[in-house]
């Protein structure tokens, strides 16, 4: 889908934000590297990092890892209580943070949210600015899990409203979304999204992204498919991932897509930063990006100054 052009002044109170815990430092600065590669303007993106658990020496990493001339980035502590609610295993709980930005950034009308485990290959400032046609979120379609289905479609709601979904909506990955925050605090959507969670912790297999393709369905914005690829080429093979968006797009034309990627989403529990993820490209280009930060010894930063900068102590829904 082609894009709308970008809407004036959205930027303004406009940021990126990640979500990070001690694990994703190291691909969340890669991640901030292939970002800072790509930006064409001369203005700093502004760039909220959450963080929990907090730790000080991580964030020195980050900062140390991170070119500072064209992204302002600010660390921010994820100050919040998600005991109580179900986690699976290569998920943390910073998966559940994307769900708080409303809260947590409580100075944005709208975030790009792109989870640690992504690479950018191009300027961020298009989807930024995009015009969400009326939605107040924009995502990309599941090729891995293509439609709601029936196991989400017909879970009863009781503490929610959300009732008479269509199993053959569409699905969204929501390892990129672009989030309209106004929309959201109105509608009450992390509310929602975490009743949905307690009301069905059973039913539920992907932590965020079940409960807002639910509250969302049939009304998001679908993005162009190569701004959150797969690497399909290398995790087929290994059975850690399975296709299924062969109505969506025929599976010879992967590679392709592959190749003309926006961004790289590095799904399941195989990841470039470990031990074990298939040699290719879609390795390569990680480690373009990632390849001295292991060595990299954390810098003299005074990060004080930038620790208490976000708000703390927030409620949150
Ligand atoms: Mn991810």
Partial sequence: MPYRPALPGVCERAALVLAVDANYIRPASALLRSI????????????????????????????????SRRLRLEVREARVDLGGLPLMH???????????????????????????????????????????????????RDLGHPYLGRRLAELPASATRIVGLDPRREYFNSGLLVMDLRAWRREGITGQCLELLREHRASIRYLD???????????WFQLDQRWNVFPFTELLATGTLRYRGEQVLPRRSL???????????????????????????N??????FAGDLGARRVGNYDVTRELRSGPTGHPVV
């Fill in 283 to 288: 390795l390569r280009r990680f480690e373009r």
């Fill in 90 to 140: 290569h998920l943390t709980a910073a998966a559940y943070l994307r769900l708080l930005v409303p809260a947590l950034c409580p100075e944005l009308d709208r975030a790009l949210y792109l989870d640690a485990d992504m690479i950018v290959l191009r300027d961020l400032d298009d989807l930024l600015g995009c015009d969400l046609g009326g939605a107040s979120l924009a995502a990309v």
């Fill in 209 to 219: 992204q079940d409960p807002l393709n639910m509250v969302f369905a049939g009304r």
């Fill in 36 to 67: 800072h590669r790509f930006r064409r303007s001369r203005e700093p993106l502004k760039v909220i990092v959450l963080m929990q658990p907090w730790s000080r020496e991580t964030v020195g990493q980050l900062y140390s890892a991170v070119p």
């Fill in 255 to 281: 590679p392709g897509l592959e190749a003309d990627a926006f961004a790289i989403h590095y799904v399941t529990v195989l990841k470039p930063w470990r031990p074990g993820f298939p040699p290719g490209e």
